[in-house]
């Protein structure tokens, strides 16, 4: 066990960086964490706060990894460069610059581009490599913001001093440049999702209600008000043989709520609440379901999807998927080859996908089929985690 110790230690260390400690258990960070194979992780994060374990969220020990929690003995000098100019004070920044120096740590990781930000002027100040990841917002609605000043605090304290900038889809990377990073500096990058954990050995069966399923938090930018108009279409066609499952929670769940009251659909919609990530539930969910539905839109305030984890869970489940043009959805979906999509907010175009999929269990059967074998092969945690960790090693290289 011993020498099992020594042999792990001699791999390169990548500092992961996140701005509370529970977005280690956000799936898309924590599997990134987990899955290294050729790295050795260790942890950094400037606040502890409290989280259910629900939704996104999971359970994450990080009891076997080397980390520096910045909120504990934290100073009042501390707090006030943070709530003043929004950035480390020069005692946090020497912490973490000799916990970086006594880890022996090759490479940091960023997580988020905002959150990098507030890191500031770590980046400039590091003898290592760095990567930033962005995930959505951080590079869609945020550099609009504030008059502009979202793009000029990138470009001052990501982009100018991060040795990479991770996209998850090309879409990304145009709203990347957009707020003035270097082309130069973007590298496009999924990072994966634990298809072998989702996978179900589906079958297809000719049934007389049709079960939809949607896994999102109950968000503008996830798309169902978009849904329920689309569902309301379907009642108004005489298609009354579906029901929906709504996994998720978030500040629209009320509103939404009154909308299927208002629209008749009360009755054929559950509500069933945020789900632990990869817990028995949410599985029993994506293996009782017949069809996936996650119709993303832009939200009023410009707020993007990067690439949706349940998409792709659903996809590893077999199950055919229904989704739009949005984002990076369409880079991983092929429209009538491995799902379907509609434009956002193409109500019409909704609806008659719906009809479609509720009528022909064959074409449900082809659909999850080709999604569900290309989520494997091209979207799977595993493999996408060793081209992550070729890009670290590339970059740590020069």
Known sequence: MEGHKNR???RPRVAHFVRKDTQFRASFIQNQVQ???RYQPVLLWRAQVSKPLD???GQFDGAPYPRL??????RWLDRAWFAGPGMLSPRQQRMILEFLREQRVALCHFHYGTDCGLYYPLLRKLKIPSVVSFYGYDCSSFPGRYFGYGAAFLQRR??????????MSPDMKKDLLNAGCPEEKVIVHYYGTDCRRFFVDRQFPEKEEVTL???ASLEPQKGHEFLFRSLLGLKKDGIHNWKLRLVGAGRLEEDLKALAARSGLSGQI????????GGEELIREYKQADIFVHPSVTAGNGDKEGIPGTVVEAMAAGLPVISTYHAGIPYIIEQGRTGLL?????????????????????????????????ALKHLDLQEKEKELEAIYSQICAG
Not at 158 to 167: G, L, N, Q, T
Not at 270 to 277: D, E, P, Q, S, T
Request: overall charge positive.
């Open 55 to 57: 939704g996104g969220y």
């Open 342 to 374: 509609a434009g956002e907010w193409d109500i019409e175009c909704l609806r008659a996908h719906l009809s479609r999929l509720i009528a022909a269990p064959g074409l449900r059967a082809q659909l999850g089929t080709a999604g569900q074998a290309y």
């Open 213 to 215: 399923l949607m896994v």
């Open 35 to 37: 899955a290294h194979v």
């Open 69 to 74: 929690d910045l909120s504990q003995g934290q």
């Open 158 to 167: 990501v982009f100018r001093d991060a040795s990479a900038v991770f996209a």
């Open 270 to 277: 559950a509500f069933l609440g945020a789900l632990k990530y």
């Open 8 to 10: 792990r230690s001699t």
